[in-house]
Antibody, heavy 118, light 110 residues
Framework: QVQLVQSGAEVKKPGASVKVSCKASGYTFTRYYMHWVRQAPGQGLEWMGIINPSGGSTHHAQKFQGRVTMTRDTSTSTVYMELSSLKSEDTAMYFC???????????WGQGTLVTVSS | QSALTQPRSVSGSPGQSVAISCTGTSSDVGGYNYVSWYQQHPGKAPKLMIYDVSERPSGVPDRFSGSKSGNTASLTISGLQAEDEADYYCCSYAGSYTGVFGGGTKLTVL
């Protein structure tokens, strides 16, 4: 069965960077795009970006231009999302989610809480 | 991209039907048949309920249905049950491998 296991919670200071991992299993890693979605406390879901695990190409929401980097390691079936220049507004639960056959997300990781505080 | 527009809250009694709207533009909802809907209970990861506007994943009750007209998509839940009480989010493809979510709708079962 498809499983997405994310790294543990992080506490960072403003201006720092955070790197969240998402290890996939139960399917052919390179066959499906992976998305990143975040949710600030008490707020809605926000689409951040997408990576093609096969070739490594990425696309992201304009809002995160210059601050988000998505990478993958095919040897370990793991994708990474690094967010830099952190601000308090980046405090959120970050989810990885595997795409289906088209643009939808049937499988989600458990989430990684990132707290940005001085 | 701007978030898709959803009503903040809807409510209904057990057994009734409710509809949740999701309004975008011709660059997202209106331009592609790639609208999906997610149910989220507190403290949990979202769960896919509808994809490609009106397709239902296996295991999702047929009480849940989706549709689209122009720039507005809708999720309809018929025969409301207590366990349907949750937050619901729409999501649309917005071109160039990007997506956008709606602001979310809180469903209360009275």
């Amino acid at each position: 069965q498809v499983q997405l296991v994310q790294s543990g919670a992080e506490v960072k200071k403003p201006g720092a960077s955070v790197k969240v991992s998402c290890k996939a299993s139960g399917y052919t890693f390179t066959r499906y795009y992976m998305h990143w979605v975040r949710q600030a406390p008490g707020q809605g879901l926000e689409w951040m970006g997408i990576i093609n695990p096969s070739g490594g190409s990425t696309h992201h929401a304009q809002k995160f231009q210059g601050r988000v980097t998505m990478t993958r390691d095919t040897s370990t079936s793991t994708v990474y999302m690094e967010l830099s220049s952190l601000k308090s507004e980046d405090t959120a639960m970050y989810f990885c989610a595997r795409e289906g056959l088209t643009f939808y997300l049937p499988y989600w990781g458990q989430g990684t809480l990132v707290t940005v505080s001085s | 991209q701007s978030a898709l527009t959803q009503p903040r809250s809807v409510s209904g009694s057990p057994g009734q039907s409710v509809a949740i709207s999701c309004t975008g533009t011709s660059s997202d909802v209106g331009g592609y048949n790639y609208v999906s809907w997610y149910q989220q209970h507190p403290g949990k990861a979202p769960k896919l309920m509808i994809y490609d506007v009106s397709e239902r994943p296996s295991g999702v009750p047929d009480r849940f249905s989706g549709s689209k007209s122009g720039n507005t998509a809708s999720l309809t839940i018929s025969g409301l049950q207590a366990e349907d009480e949750a937050d619901y989010y729409c999501c649309s493809y917005a071109g160039s491998y990007t997506g956008v979510f709606g602001g979310g709708t809180k469903l209360t079962v009275l």
